[in-house]
Structures are given as structure tokens and as C-alpha cells.
């Protein structure tokens, strides 16, 4: 969810204003459905196609749909198994009676996350009643851990504008619940241009994926905002890193945001890491110089080597794109609609 | 992974403090190591390593205390029985009550476990299981009876005591005297040491869990592959294991990147040696009392006759090389006939080893041998029989056929696996519907290298199984994970969410462990032994704890005849800590 996008800090112009509903339903079907899309290609050779969120919940059952770890509470799922109340198709056997004449797919698609079938274990079926006596035993499961991340502390030569920005991201609790803290900005001569912070309760859903829900606060040079933050992040097939969330504003403003990004290892330590990321927003912000629909598209590259895993410069080029009405703005303030970047900067962790 | 091209770089990958260290403690990363003197002032410290001291008889006094250490070049702490690392060497004789004294001079609880000892459940030393734990200033009296013989170990079961120091060799001779098989008898206690605070190794992993592994796959394999095989060999190499997320290269958790691993707490430059004459035979007692590495050991110019294992007696077995699980206790006799040999312990992942000689006298070394390549994970470690052992999935019609012969050859069970409910969430991040059954695979990094490696499959106990009862009862549990949270658990569950497995006072019983992760995982059942069968079900060896291979379902039988509560877990450390750990109750 880069913000990082130039906001010419013009004011003049009205706002489209669009529906409210419009940005809620435009949010919550692009977050979900990319996952689900990497997903679904990752089980390829059914020709799945892309699906909202809604036919992933409520229509048909095919053996892709089954596979798909974002749609389903995996509790609830075994639960309602039990309960005989889902359709026999919904049954592992279900699907995989569809695709028998797909050994390898099967194997690959069954191997992980799904729901689980009418005849698996219940895994407290050995404990007899028995409690666990006396004396407390506590292991790391029932440890918080924690994690800060600064992804990109980095040095922005613009076509106009030399600045700094960050982005950071920080952790802390047990392996499926946690919260999540996550700051970006951009600061220049000293001052913060543009910033969001987010903190969040991360809540594992699927072995890959956490849902994020929380706030969003904005700071800067424009008056402050608060959103409401939904969001999802995890690994998608093939390694790549998904983070996606949807916004939603006082008055009517929505926000839809979609990052990802790969890390290739040219060596051990000396890894390539492509990046992309698309804001779109709900309605007009002129203070902000953002317009509604597709507002701007980020592709990054950065090259780093890690000195340690912890501790790691790197040099990068970072082109930005900007759409609609955004690029209206941009141009009314005698802007390029798009430009290219170079950035060095530092990741660390601990 | 990037094999260094100087062949004298006989540690590849090795950080740079490491490597500097190394340079520094006498050129042994350069080959130089037969010329020089062993190092073993690099290991001088207040605590006493090298030979752990022997305390015999019936009564003992251990003291659970810090000390300093210093194997890298870094001084450290250590916690030590006795100021000695590892803890001394307790000699039993089987039939004797023993009484031990520990007391813990530490600033936090301790305890004692000792591994693969069958005992009353309250002298087991689990904290939260058996006891209460021993707190800071106390001491807790031990007494059992011994009521078996062999080679055992013990070491703390609290926090990460493990990991620092806190381990030893037991030595029990038999009751009817030992009829002594050799002339020399030593024990080889291999671990793994790191400078690292070991919760600072496990928030890293959390963070990070490939942290540690620095033989991922690169672009530059890719275009090797590409090169040498075509560009759709190439994919359809990588495409199912990236398509899961999941690392063929995935082989320890932890790496000779923090570890440096000790033979009978000796690094690798300052050499432990065990003397020997010419003809003599040799009894090595191997006790791999690490936190996390599994060690291929050999005897370069020696063959190695394995004759007990986990404290039982086995019909003799000669082999070149073996793997060592974490907690496995392996006796071999060898009789050297010239005059020095190495004894190399390789990790698994290749990223290092511990070293040890054999000599006619002090000081004398034979060339360490270069570490294997490391082998990535095959499809067959992925998906069990249906992976086959083939390079890649096919996909498609032919694909199946090629599966079902796969299946064949690699023992595939014809059962119906039934994964539990708690598997199919966030907890798991893969499930093996077609697991492998046999028992005569070394397991990754051994297959097919030239030497004969000692498998489960060649193991049998002398006498055969303790109880002749057929099971009365089956227990499934599987092994489970998610490497990239780091989470471990079993039938998807860690300790804090599981209730205990209920075993029925007197009860034979089949339990059958089935591995749904890519990592082997040593399970280790207090109190009772762990009868492994094969296969077809026949009696194989008596063990206390057993190895699973990555998608392979095994089985062992338990006569339920320890009444209490009872440990039962992945002998890993973090893997056990982070939860792959039941309680057992015997009632």
C-alpha cells in the first residue's frame, strides 16, 4: 500500500465523488481475488479462472475452488463437514472423483491447505478425558516473538525532488495471531510529506496467508485522515509476496491497494527484487492530488546484498505511473504523469 | 548451492567471522591442519572439555551451573554439569539403585532427563510432565533403578539448557559383567555449539526460517539446469516445489553458519583423539547429544560394525557410514590396523562437520575429507511413493503411469491416509496422501554415494521384540509443520492446543507416525521403548527414539507398562519448543 505516489499539493479541483458502495465492492473483491488468482493458476490445468470473492463462498464447488486456502475458515469448514451439512461435493472425495483422470494435479492440489474431508481425524481422539495433571508446561507456541522489519530506508532522486522514504513493517505475538504495525512515508528537507501508519491484528487464515484488519492513519502535509484497514498477505505459488488491503474513509473515501514482490537470488546473498504495486481510490482527494479509479502504478527493482540477513544496502530504479484523475492533477500542476526513480538505500531487521 | 572451487576450502559458506576465526586458529581452512599441532588451547576456558570426567558407582553429585566457554574465538557461556561440556560420563551397572544429587546453581529452573532410561515416571526429569523442575538453588534427588545396560545420554529437558552445555554420555555395563567386546572403549558425543543465544536463533527463525540456510536455490543453478538439461527439464524440476513453496534445499533449520560442531566438546581444529594399538579393537559409543543437527559419520579407511543401538544390543552390522538422528545412540567396534584414522561427522546439510582422530598417539591427525555436495530434497521426500524418486512430475496421463511404478519400488502403503481435522489450517503447510513405508532408505544426502550407510532396515534387535503380543490398538499422529511460519506441531497441533494421548495401563499398541513435512524428524517416546517394525509389520529394532524420513509413515509397537506422564515429541530442540510435542498418560 505505497502512498509513496507524488502528490502535487494542489487543491483546486472537485471531486468525482463516486458511490461508496462502489469503492466497498471494488475492495473487497480485487483484495481477496488476487490471491485467489495466484492461487488458481498455481493448480493450473483446470482453466480456473479468476472468481470474486463472492463465487469462491457460494458457487460452484469445483476441485479448484476446494483448493483454494483464502476462502475458508478451516474450523468452521471440518465443522460443518461433521455436520453432514455441505454438499457431498464438497467432500475431498467429491472433487477428486472430478479430476481422477489427473493423478499429478490431484497430488499437488491436495497436498495443501483445502478443507478437510467427512472422514478425518479428530486429532483429540486419543486423550481418553485425561488432562494434562499437575504441573504447567508452557513451550515457545505460547511465546510472543517479535520482528521489526524496515523493508526500504531509502535515498529518492525524482525527476524534481530528492526525498527520503521508508517503509517498515513490525510484529509481535504467537505464531497465528499477532499484531502488526505498518509505517511508510516519504520525508523531505526534514519534514513528513506524506505518511501512514497502520497497526493491525494479523490473524492466520491458511498456511500461507494472514488477514490484516486494523486502522490506518495518515500524516503529512495534508490534513491528517483515518481509514479503516482490511487486508490480506502472504505468500502466494511461486514465491511471490503478496500484500493487499482495502480502505475505507469518513466520508465516502475508499482505497484499494495491491503490492507484490519477488526476490531472485543471483547468489546467496546477493538477491534481485522485482516489485509492483497499484493504488486505485474511491473518489477524489484534491488536497492530495489523487483522483478516483486507477490512481498510480509503481515498478520497482532493487538489487541488495545482504552483509548479513540482517543488514543489507542496496541500489534500485523505481518507475511511477499515474492515471485518471490523479494524472489530471499531475498535470494541471505541471507534473509528468510518469517518472523514473533511482534509489539506494538500507534493509535491515531484527 | 555455490561449491567453493578451491578445493582446500574444506568449510564452504562460512561466514566471514567464521572464516577469519578459522585463519586465525591455525590455517585449517586452509588445509594446513596435519601440519599443526592440535589446537585445543583455542577451547581453553573454565570449562573442561575434550575428555568428559567419568564418575562411577552408585551415588552422585551434579551441579547444574554457567561457565565459561570459548570455541570460536568469542568467550561464552555455557551451562555445565560440574564445569565439565559435555557433562561427565556416568558409569552404571545395570541392577544397581542409583541416587544422584543435582543441584542447580543457575539462575533459572533446570532439570535432568535421562534419555532412553526406562524409570519411574516422577524420576524422568521433564518439568511440567514429571516434576516440577528444579528452581535456582535447589537440589533434587534422582533414584532408580537400573534396570537395563548399554549406551545412553542425558540432558537438561528445560528451556534451552540443551542447546548451551547441557548433555552427557551414561554407560551402563551389564549386570552379568560386561563381556567386553573391545579393548578400547570411548564415548563420541557429537553436538552442536553456537555463540547465539539459542531464543535469538528461534526469533530469527521465526522471522526468517531459512535464515540459516545459505544453499538456496539461485538463478545461477537455473541457468546450470537450463544449460545442461533444456529449459523444460529445467522448470519441471522446479515448478511443483515452487508452485508449493517449498525449499528442496530445506535441509536443517540451523547451519554451521552459527554452529560449530563438537565431538566430545572439542571443535573440529582442537581435534579430540582416541588412542588406540594396532589390532585393537575399538568401541566407539556415537551419542549425538546436538540440539539440531543430524551427522553422517564415517571412518574414512575403516569399516564401522555397528553392534547396539539406542542402548540395545543389534546383530552385528558392517557399514561404511552412518546417519546419526538427534538422540540416537549408535555403538560400533572398529580395529584400526595403521596408524591414524579421521572420524568425520558431516552435517546433513553439508555445511559442516565435527571431527575427532584415531592415532596411535596424541597429536597425530589424517586428512579430513572434503563435505559431500549437498543433495536437495527428491520427490519422493515431498510426496512419498507418488514422488517416486523421480526428478520431476510429470504431468498428465503418462505422468500416472510412471507414478504407480514410482510407488511400487518405494514401498507404498496401500492405506487410505486419514489426515486430522486440525490439518487442513493454517498450522500445515502440506499434507502426504501417498507416503513411503520403507525402512532400507538413508535417507537425502546418502543415497546412492558409493558407500554402504547403515539404514532402519538392517537394524535387528537381538532377542527380538520384548512383548510377543500382537497390538491390541492403533494411535495415529502426523508430523506436521509450517516452515515458513516455523511452526511445528502434530495432526497439526502444537503442544498448547493438544490434550494428552491416552495410552491404557498394560496395553501393546501400534502407533504409527506419518511424516507430512519435508524435514526427518526424530521422535523420541519417554518412559517405554518404541518397537519398530517394517513394512510388512515383522519386528525390526527396539529403539528410543526413531527417525521418520520426510513423507514416510512408519510404525512402532509400545507395551503401555510405564503408568504416569510421560514426553513424547520431535527430539529437535525448536521443533520440540515450538510444539511438535505430546503429553503421554499411562493410566
Given amino acids: 500500500m505505497k502512498l509513496r505516489a507524488f502528490t502535487p499539493k494542489i487543491t483546486d479541483k472537485p471531486s468525482h465523488l463516486p458511490a461508496l458502495g462502489a469503492a466497498v465492492l471494488l475492495s473487497l473483491s480485487v483484495a481477496p481475488s488476487w490471491a485467489q488468482d495466484a492461487e488458481a493458476e498455481a493448480h493450473a490445468g483446470h482453466g480456473a479462472s479468476a472468481k470474486t470473492m463472492e463465487e469462491m463462498n457460494h458457487g460452484a464447488v469445483s476441485h479448484d475452488a476446494m483448493s483454494m486456502e483464502m476462502d475458508m475458515n478451516m474450523d468452521d469448514m471440518s465443522t460443518m463437514d461433521r455436520n453432514g451439512e455441505m454438499a457431498p461435493g464438497m467432500t475431498h472425495e467429491g472433487a477428486a472423483l472430478e479430476k481422477k483422470d489427473d493423478m499429478t494435479d490431484r497430488g499437488a492440489m491436495s497436498m495443501q491447505g483445502g478443507a478437510a474431508p467427512l472422514d478425518a481425524r479428530d486429532p483429540h481422539a486419543y486423550s481418553g478425558g485425561h488432562d494434562f495433571g499437575p504441573f504447567p508446561l508452557r513451550l515457545a507456541d505460547r511465546h510472543n516473538f517479535g520482528a521489526l522489519l524496515v523493508d526500504r530506508l531509502e535515498a529518492v532522486r525524482a525527476d524534481d525532488d530528492d526525498f527520503v522514504a521508508y517503509d517498515l513493517q513490525a510484529r509481535y505475538g504467537r505464531d497465528y495471531d499477532r499484531l502488526v504495525l505498518k509505517a511508510e512515508g516519504d520525508v523531505s528537507d526534514g519534514a513528513l510529506e506524506e505518511g501512514s501508519t497502520q497497526l493491525l491484528w494479523g490473524h492466520a487464515v491458511a498456511p500461507f496467508w494472514d488477514t490484516q484488519l486494523g486502522l490506518r492513519y495518515d500524516t503529512g502535509e495534508a490534513p491528517d485522515q483515518g481509514w479503516l484497514a482490511f487486508g490480506i498477505q502472504g505468500l502466494a505459488p511461486y514465491w511471490f509476496e503478496v500484500d493487499a488491503a482495502a480502505y475505507v474513509g469518513a466520508a465516502g473515501r475508499g482505497a484499494v491497494s495491491v503490492e507484490a514482490e519477488y526476490e531472485l537470488l543471483l547468489t546467496q546473498n546477493l538477491i534481485l527484487q522485482p516489485h509492483v504495486e497499484m493504488t486505485a481510490y474511491a473518489k477524489d482527494d484534491g488536497e492530495r492530488g489523487l483522483g478516483s479509479g486507477l490512481s498510480d502504478v509503481v515498478l520497482g527493482l532493487r538489487l541488495r546484498y545482504e552483509i548479513r540477513r540482517e543488514f543489507a544496502p542496496y541500489i534500485g530504479m523505481e518507475w511511477v505511473g499515474t492515471y485518471g484523475g490523479s494524472a489530471d492533477y499531475a498535470r494541471a500542476a505541471g507534473k509528468n504523469t510518469d517518472e523514473m526513480r533511482v534509489v539506494a538505500g538500507l534493509r535491515f531487521w531484527f | ?587
Fill in chain 2, 1 to 587: 548451492m555455490k561449491r567453493p572451487s578451491h578445493p582446500a576450502l574444506v568449510l564452504p559458506n562460512l561466514p566471514r567471522r567464521r572464516f577469519l576465526q578459522g585463519l586465525a586458529a591455525g590455517g585449517v581452512l586452509a588445509g594446513l591442519a596435519p601440519l599443526l599441532k592440535p589446537a585445543r588451547a583455542q577451547a581453553a576456558a573454565a570449562a573442561a572439555s575434550g575428555y568428559a570426567p567419568e564418575l562411577r558407582g552408585t551415588e552422585f553429585d551434579l551441579t547444574i551451573a554457567e561457565s565459561r566457554v570459548n570455541f570460536t574465538g568469542a568467550p561464552c557461556i555455557a551451562t555445565t554439569v560440574n564445569g565439565s561440556l559435555p557433562a561427565p560420563t556416568l558409569r552404571w551397572r545395570e541392577g544397581d539403585t542409583v541416587t544422584i544429587r543435582v543441584t542447580n546453581r543457575l539462575r533459572e529452573d533446570t532439570s535432568i532427563h535421562w534419555h532412553g532410561m526406562i524409570l519411574p515416571s516422577q524420576m524422568d526429569g521433564v518439568p511440567g510432565i514429571s516434576f516440577k523442575g528444579i528452581a535456582p538453588g535447589e537440589t533434587f534427588t534422582y533414584r532408580f533403578k537400573v534396570a537395563q545396560s548399554g549406551t545412553y545420554w542425558y540432558h537438561s529437558h528445560s528451556g534451552m539448557q540443551e542447546q548451551t552445555g547441557l548433555f552427557g554420555a551414561i554407560i551402563i555395563d551389564p549386570a552379568a559383567g560386561a563381556a567386553r567386546r573391545a579393548e578400547r572403549d570411548y564415548v563420541v558425543q557429537l553436538s552442536d555449539w553456537t555463540d547465539e543465544d539459542p531464543m535469538r536463533i528461534f526469533a530469527k527463525l521465526k522471522a526468517q526460517s531459512d535464515y540459516y540456510n545459505f544453499n538456496q536455490p539461485t538463478a545461477g543453478n537455473f541457468f546450470r539446469d537450463v544449460s545442461q538439461d533444456g529449459l523444460t527439464a529445467a522448470m519441471a524440476k522446479r515448478r511443483m516445489w515452487n508452485q508449493m513453496r517449498m525449499n528442496p534445499t530445506d535441509l536443517a533449520d540451523i547451519s554451521a553458519y552459527t554452529y560449530t560442531y563438537l565431538t566430545n566438546g572439542t571443535t573440529p581444529a582442537g581435534n579430540w583423539t582416541g588412542l588406540f594399538k594396532p589390532g585393537e579393537r575399538v568401541r566407539l559409543r556415537f551419542i549425538n547429544g546436538s540440539a539440531m543437527t543430524f551427522f553422517d559419520v564415517r571412518i574414512p579407511g575403516l569399516k564401522m560394525t555397528v553392534v547396539q543401538n539406542d542402548g540395545v544390543d543389534v546383530e552385528p552390522v558392517t557399514v561404511d557410514e552412518m546417519r546419526i538422528g538427534v538422540a540416537e545412540t549408535y555403538d560400533v567396534i572398529v580395529e584400526p590396523q595403521d596408524e591414524v584414522y579421521t572420524i568425520f561427522a558431516q552435517s546433513m546439510d553439508r555445511s559442516g562437520y565435527a571431527r575427532g582422530t584415531l592415532a596411535v598417539r596424541e597429536g597425530m591427525t589424517a586428512g579430513v575429507p572434503a563435505l559431500d555436495a549437498p543433495e536437495p530434497l527428491s520427490m519422493g521426500d515431498m510426496m512419498g511413493a507418488m514422488g517416486g524418486g523421480m526428478a520431476a512430475m510429470p504431468h498428465g496421463g503418462d505422468g500416472a503411469m510412471a507414478m504407480d511404478h514410482g510407488a511400487h519400488a518405494m514401498g507404498a502403503t496401500t492405506v487410505r491416509v486419514r489426515h486430522a481435522t486440525t490439518e487442513y489450517g493454517p498450522s500445515v503447510d502440506m499434507r502426504v496422501d501417498t507416503p513411503r513405508a520403507n525402512l532400507d532408505d538413508p535417507g537425502v544426502g546418502l543415497r546412492n554415494n558409493g558407500r554402504r550407510v547403515l539404514t532402519y532396515a538392517d537394524l535387528r534387535t537381538v532377542g527380538g521384540a520384548l512383548d510377543p503380543r500382537p497390538a491390541e490398538r492403533e494411535i495415529e499422529l502426523h508430523l506436521t509443520g509450517n516452515m515458513e511460519r516455523y511452526t511445528w506441531s502434530l495432526d497439526g497441533l502444537e503442544f498448547g492446543k493438544s490434550t494428552p494421548v491416552h495410552f491404557r495401563h498394560g496395553e501393546r499398541l501400534r502407533v504409527i507416525l506419518h511424516n507430512d513435512t519435508m524435514m526427518t524428524h526424530p521422535m523420541h517416546l519417554h518412559g517405554m521403548w518404541s518397537e519398530l517394525e517394517n513394512a510388512k509389520g515383522e519386528f525390526q529394532a527396539r529403539k528410543h527414539t526413531i527417525s521418520v524420513q520426510p513423507a514416510q509413515r512408519i510404525s512402532f509397537l509400545v507395551t503401555a507398562d510405564a503408568p504416569g506422564r510421560w514426553a513424547w515429541h520431535c527430539h529437535l530442540l525448536y521443533h520440540m519448543d515450538a510444539g511438535m510435542f505430546r503429553q503421554v498418560v499411562v493410566a
